[in-house]
Every structure is written in structure tokens, then in C-alpha cells.
């Protein structure tokens, strides 16, 4: 079964900073990978996804994530955080197509100081 | 569109109860899920329908948990009887495509049980 994993469990960064979250998977080929985010109290929305093709992916709130088959990667990244960025991220993996389902990592929660 | 609709938002309960949470997925939307997420064991996939047919329901913690989809705009998660070890947060989520179509969650509701 495909699984994923979040090294970091919680990150503080100073807002303006730059911002780079871990996510590795395994997996035997390669999966749909995804960023969630979920502010406190709230449900989870999408960042980005990635399923062919570039493997640099532009999502919403100004970030990014880059796949490496290699490394089994999809980092997510953002060049200036804001303190409303700060949250709980998570990355997922869906691998339908080989009767996998849709399996979150643990999250990274987010502190940013002013 | 209002988003995916969970009701209730909070339930507080008594062991051995029995608990109904209820979710409306996006209109056109054909796939919905169960999801379960707690301190320990993170965000967990209980069951997800396609169509309104239960595809997988592996994650299904326990034959106390149930789940139906009568319509495409309806689905019940129960919990007879419950637990404490039952608390958390459910959350229900619908998508277009179950492989590659955002998954959208609704604002998840908070279930203690006493």
C-alpha cells in the first residue's frame, strides 16, 4: 500500500521568509500527489495537485511544489510566507488506478512569527 | 454553490448512543467520502462511494460504523453504538473525478462522545 510521510511535524518560519515543506511517498509507480491545507477549525482545501507532465506545479496562494520521481519528492514551497499562511499542510497521494485509495500523510503545522 | 454541507457541526453524546452525521456533497459531484481525523491517528479514509455505491469501505473502523448513500445528494456516516474513543472530527468530502478531480471537504463535525 502507498504511503506517505511528512518529516516535519511543525515548522516556524518569520513571515517574508521562505517556506519549504517535505513530503515523500512510497509508492511502486507514480501516484496523484496533492497539497492540502486546513486553517484552524476549518475543513481541508486544495493547494495544488500533480498527476503528468511539468513537474513544477503552480497552485493558489502563491505556492509551488515540485515532484522528483528520483527522490520520491513533492516539496511544497513558497518564496515569501504571510502570516495567514499559517496552518496545518498536508500532503496526499491517490493511486486508484492500482486498487490503492486516497492516503494523507501526518501534516506539518505551520507557525509563523511576526 | 454552498459547498459540502455537514450537519451537525458539533454533537456531544453519551457511550453506548446512537450517532447519525449527515452530508450533502456538491451538486454534480459523483464521488463523496468519510474521513476521520484525530490526534493520534491523523486524517483516516473510512469509505468513499462512487456514484452512490460504496466502493471501498476498508477504513471502516469498526462493524459499529455505517454508511449509506440513498441519493446523490445525501449520505449518513452512523455510529451505533458509540464510544468514546469514537471522538473526532468527520470530515465528508465529494469530488467529480475520484482519481484526479479536487476533493472539496465540508467544514467537518465534531462528534465527543461522553
Known amino acids: 500500500a502507498q504511503s506517505v510521510t511528512q518529516p516535519d511535524i511543525h515548522i516556524t518560519v518569520s513571515e517574508g521568509a521562505s517556506l519549504e515543506l517535505r513530503c515523500n511517498y512510497s509508492?511502486?509507480?507514480?501516484?496523484?500527489l496533492f497539497w492540502y491545507v486546513q486553517s484552524p477549525g476549518q475543513g481541508l482545501q486544495l493547494l495544488l495537485k500533480?498527476?503528468?507532465?511539468?513537474?513544477l506545479v503552480q497552485g493558489i496562494k502563491g505556492f509551488e511544489a515540485e515532484f522528483k520521481r528520483s527522490q520520491s519528492s513533492f516539496n511544497l514551497r513558497k518564496p515569501s510566507v504571510h502570516w495567514s499562511d499559517a496552518a496545518e499542510y498536508f500532503c496526499?497521494?491517490?493511486?486508484?488506478?492500482?486498487?490503492?485509495?486516497?492516503?494523507f500523510g501526518p501534516g506539518t503545522r505551520l507557525s509563523v512569527l511576526p | 454553490d454552498a459547498g459540502v454541507i455537514q450537519s451537525p457541526r458539533h454533537e456531544v453524546t453519551e457511550m453506548g448512543q446512537e450517532v447519525t452525521l449527515r452530508c450533502k456533497p456538491i451538486?454534480?459531484?459523483?464521488?463523496l467520502f468519510w474521513y476521520r481525523q484525530t490526534m493520534m491517528r491523523g486524517l483516516e479514509l473510512l469509505i468513499y462511494?462512487?456514484?452512490?455505491?460504496?466502493?471501498?469501505d476498508s477504513g471502516m473502523p469498526e462493524d459499529r460504523f455505517s454508511a449509506k448513500m440513498p441519493n446523490a445528494s445525501f449520505s449518513t456516516l452512523k455510529i451505533q453504538p458509540s464510544e468514546p474513543r469514537d471522538s473526532a472530527v468527520y470530515f465528508c468530502?465529494?469530488?467529480?473525478?475520484?482519481?484526479?478531480?479536487?476533493?472539496?471537504f465540508g467544514p467537518g463535525t465534531r462528534l465527543t462522545v461522553l
Open positions: 496526499a497521494v491517490g493511486a486508484w488506478n492500482y486498487g490503492q485509495n486516497f492516503v
Open positions: 451538486s454534480g459531484h459523483n464521488s
Open positions: 462511494f462512487n456514484n452512490n455505491v460504496p466502493i471501498d
Open positions: 509508492y511502486g509507480a507514480t501516484p496523484y
Open positions: 500533480y498527476f503528468s507532465g511539468d513537474t
Open positions: 468530502a465529494s469530488s467529480f473525478d475520484r482519481r484526479t478531480d479536487t476533493q472539496y
